[in-house]
């Protein structure tokens, strides 16, 4: 996995845009922040997963040690045990 990390903040007025089929994870490291997504579709719970957030093979570099996690979090798998069928396919350039 690859994965690209960009700091959005009140100062720097940033947002970002995350193409359908692309994971996407956020680590808050104020003590508040407003969070809010714009979807292509109707938001569908049930086509949601997670990926472990410290999965070695895609090697985030977090800004935090210890983060407090949902429960879905918690129980999320390596992208590697992740079934094929769920994950979206791309075409190789």
Not at 28 to 47: G, R
Not at 65 to 92: F, G, H, W
Request: aromatic share 12%; proline share 9%.
């Amino acid at each position: 996995g690859q994965w690209v990390g960009i700091e959005l903040s009140a100062d720097n007025h940033r947002q970002l845009y995350i193409p359908p089929g692309f994971a996407h994870g956020f680590c808050v490291t104020s003590d508040s922040a407003l969070f809010a997504y714009k979807c292509t579709d109707t938001y569908n719970p049930s086509a949601e997963f997670s990926v472990l957030w410290n999965d070695s093979d895609i090697g985030i570099e977090w800004p935090i040690d210890n983060p407090e996690l949902s429960a879905k979090d918690q129980a999320a798998l390596p992208l590697s045990q992740i079934d094929p069928m769920r994950l979206p396919a791309y075409l190789a350039s």
